[in-house]
Every structure is written in structure tokens, then in C-alpha cells.
């Protein structure tokens, strides 16, 4: 029986359905989601990955990222410590933050994979279009909990899903590394789940606080 990869409910209803695979939104956290079956192979994942050219130097994709950026920057002075889970291979969100005086450290399964990076403790941790192809949603965010500081932030972007009509002409589902899709609603849910307060930044960037 399917169950959902964030609040492990089997109350999953058929969302959408198109060439390639199904979707299914689950009744209790509104998480839609790819059955497991159809996930990538950590090779084929990474064949995706390696297709990818989010260079630090493209000044477009520099503003895609200061979307999240800018506004957790501003919320922190410079002696904060922040970590870029998922960073990918050109690692550009931190040499924006370093540009500005921040250290950011830099972790992803693929391309910096440091696992003694996530031992350590932050004031704030970024998934830069991370969460969506996280098939284990539940078990990455209760570990990166862990590693947040007091007052600590979580900063997420990821496109939200809105509605079944806007879901079946949305280019973001195309893309097979894709596999998890958060709602508004979700990310209310999860706040609630693990303690967090919400805050929604822009249309698909929301920070997490961490309690006092």
C-alpha cells in the first residue's frame, strides 16, 4: 500500500495522471506525490543532475536564488553560520553569501557530499529545489531539525501546487527527479508537525523557525 513520504498517511487519493507516471495527494498533509515505483535509480538521478547548468555566474540564476537569499540574509547578522543542503555542482548560493560576508557551507549527495557537515549545528540551512526530489521527506526534515540552531531558520523553495487544472499543464512535473510536491497547506501542516513557525516569503520560498 502506498503511504505518503512526508506524514505516512494511506489516505492518498488519485491527483493527476499523465504519459509518464501518476500522482496522488495524500487527505491529511495535501503533499501530491509520485508512487515509488516510479523513482529514478541514484544513477539515473544523477545523469538528470549532471544535465543541469545553474552557473554561480549566471546573473539570471542569481536572482532566481536571491529570492531566498536576500530576505535570510536579512533576518541574520554575518557571524551566522548557514549550510546549502543540496547545494548541486556549482555551489553558487554560497558564494553569493560570501559575496556579502556570510559563510555558508556547502552539501549535496552528488557533488560535496561531506556527511560530517550535518553532525554540526547551523542558524540556517537552505533546500534551494532540493525538497521536491527528496523521496524520504519525513526523515530529512526531522535530521536537518537536528542541526538547526535556537531561533534557527529553515529556508525552503519549491514550487507549490495549487489546484488539479493549474497541476496537469505545470511544467515542473515533467522533470522525472521530481517526485514530491508541496502545497501551501502542506507546509502549514509540517509546521504544525515539527514545531515550526511559517512564514511564506514569495510564491514558492517559505521559512521555517526553529523554537526558542
Known amino acids: 500500500m502506498n503511504t505518503c513520504p512526508l506524514c505516512h498517511s494511506t ?11 501518476p500522482y ?24 538528470e543532475y549532471d544535465k543541469h547548468e545553474n552557473h554561480p555566474q549566471d546573473l539570471g540564476y542569481q536572482q532566481f536564488l536571491d529570492r531566498t537569499l536576500a530576505p535570510l540574509l536579512a ?4 557571524t551566522a553560520l548557514g549550510l546549502d543542503f543540496g547545494c548541486g555542482e556549482g555551489k553558487a548560493l554560497s558564494l553569493m553569501a560570501q559575496a556579502r560576508g556570510y559563510r555558508v557551507e ?4 552528488y557533488y560535496a557530499n ?17 525538497i521536491e526530489h527528496v523521496s524520504d521527506a519525513d526523515a530529512l526534515l526531522t535530521q536537518l531539525k537536528g542541526m538547526l540552531k535556537p531561533k534557527g531558520i529553515l529556508a525552503v523553495m519549491t514550487k507549490r ?15 522525472p527527479t521530481h517526485i514530491n510536491f508541496y502545497a501551501e497547506a502542506t507546509f502549514q501542516w ?5 514545531g515550526w513557525r511559517l512564514e511564506v516569503i514569495d510564491k ?9
Open 11 to 21: 489516505d492518498l487519493v488519485a491527483y493527476h495522471h499523465d504519459k509518464r507516471r
Open 75 to 78: 533576518r541574520f547578522e554575518s
Open 204 to 212: 514558492d520560498v517559505v521559512f521555517l523557525y526553529q523554537a526558542n
Open 106 to 109: 556547502n552539501y549535496d549527495l
Open 24 to 47: 496522488q495527494q495524500c487527505q491529511r498533509c495535501a503533499l501530491v506525490s509520485v508512487p515509488a515505483e516510479f523513482y529514478l535509480s541514484r544513477d539515473e538521478e544523477k545523469a
Open 114 to 130: 561531506h556527511p560530517e557537515l550535518l553532525t554540526r549545528q547551523y542558524d540556517f540551512i537552505t533546500l534551494t529545489e532540493v
Open 190 to 194: 509540517l509546521a504544525e508537525h515539527y
Open 161 to 175: 501546487v495549487l489546484n488539479p487544472t493549474a497541476f496537469s499543464t505545470w511544467h515542473y512535473k515533467n522533470d
